[in-house]
């Protein structure tokens, strides 16, 4: 079982950047797919990328692709998500979660969850 804790959000300012970090406490993170999700106030939790077991494989939504990356090191049992030129609707709760199956977009395919970090970002 993987307990996971999201660290690293906060205030920024349009235009800005901040990384994620979400730190896994069991002992088979690299068997894991890693994704990382957002919640917008009044709206559905989306997903926004993902990793391969291996950090070999990305996946991203389109409202991220070329200004969020994502990264894992399992050494450190660590997955990181990397964001820069923020916008004002990238203000989000953002989860990271866990998958044992194959890389997903689907929210009913992670089986485990963070509590999630906020991020803000001012126009």
């Known amino acids: 079982q993987e307990h996971l804790v999201e660290s690293g959000g906060g205030l920024v300012q349009g235009g800005g950047s901040l990384r994620l970090s979400c730190a896994a406490s069991g002992r088979t993170f690299s068997g894991y797919v890693m994704g990382w999700f957002r919640q917008a106030p009044g709206k559905e939790r989306e997903f926004v990328a993902a990793?391969?077991?291996?950090?070999?494989?990305?996946y991203y939504a389109d409202s991220v692709k070329g200004r969020f990356t994502i990264s894992r090191d399992n050494a450190k049992n660590t997955v990181y998500l990397q964001m820069n030129s923020l916008k004002p609707e990238d203000t989000a709760v953002y989860y990271c979660?866990?998958?044992?199956?194959?890389?997903?977009?689907?929210?009913?395919?992670?089986?485990?969850w963070g509590q999630g970090t906020q991020v803000t970002v001012s126009s």
């Open positions: 979660a866990a998958d044992r199956g194959i890389m997903s977009t689907l929210l009913s395919d992670y089986d485990y």
């Open positions: 990793v391969s077991r291996r950090g070999d494989f990305t």
